[in-house]
């Protein structure tokens, strides 16, 4: 039953660190096909632009994973409202780096996690979690955030975006192979 129980974690936390690496690159692919104008700009004076969004992200990350076995998931130093506001000056560079080091600080979390730290109590906001609850409100955290990302980007490159997935109308030039991998069946003329 032990090894069972081993397993299953061991398998959970492979697939919750391909999980994550999907989220993070889907939005990267959505990010690249952004330029700065849009990165900052915000639809209304209460909506987010994309950069919020990142901002909000890299706030969470950094707090949640920082010494994630250790200390609460809501960090002390964190300001967290402050990631929904666009500081003069702050550039997309400087978004962007935040973004990466939080990644970075996940996957070096996940990555230092094992079978045997899944039921293992963590605190965020106070509130006890075990490890495997954490990790699946953070991905749905940042599955939600994602799609923020994604739909902003679509909108603002309008006729030039790149389906990041199948194309409208374009299914039937997919098929699956038995592994499960999609591959095009045809080239596009």
Known sequence: MQD???????HYLADVRLLFRKYRDLAQRALAQ???????????????????????????????WTDFLTTDGE??????????VHEPGETRA??????????ATLFATLDALAPADSLRTV????????????LQR????????????????????????RSL???????KQYEVARDGSTYLAEPPR
């Open 165 to 171: 997935s199948i194309p409208r109308g374009g299914s």
């Open 75 to 84: 960090k002390a130093d964190r300001r967290r409202d402050a990631e929904f």
């Open 123 to 134: 605190t965020i906001r106070g509130e006890p979690h075990t490890v495997l609850q954490a």
């Open 4 to 10: 069972d129980r081993a397993d299953v974690a061991a």
């Open 34 to 64: 952004t330029d700065d104008a849009a990165f900052f700009a915000a639809h209304d004076a209460e909506a987010n632009s994309i950069a919020l969004v990142v901002k909000h992200v890299a706030g969470n990350l950094r707090s949640r």
């Open 94 to 103: 400087q978004v962007m780096e935040r973004w990466e080091q939080g990644w």
């Open 138 to 161: 953070q991905a749905t955290h940042y599955a939600y955030h994602v799609g923020q990302i994604v739909l902003l980007a679509r909108h603002a490159a309008g006729p030039s975006w």
